[in-house]
């Protein structure tokens, strides 16, 4: 149990690190002028989206049993993948 327990953990604090990266994509967003905003606030409800997503696989593993979670496990990774991507690209592109 301990591993999947160290597996939760190390995905929640990548997932707090990401959320700090989407609040500094949302202040960006509410200074920024007209047009730019609407962009942000499209590229912000993708990754909101991809956020849920995560969330939702991450409540998936606290239900899981002991051999359930290592197949969970793949999905959270992409869940992860895809989410850090999403922030990578937003905040490159609204640099």
Known sequence: ????????????????????????????????????????????????QKRETLESRLDSLEESGQEAWAELQEGIDQAVDDLREAVTNASERFK
């Open 1 to 48: 149990m301990a591993t999947k327990e160290a597996y939760r953990e190390k995905i929640e604090a990548q997932l707090d690190l990401l959320n700090a990266r989407i609040d500094l994509l949302k202040a960006k967003a509410q200074s920024a002028k007209a047009d730019a905003r609407i962009d942000y606030e499209r590229e912000l409800d993708d990754i909101k």
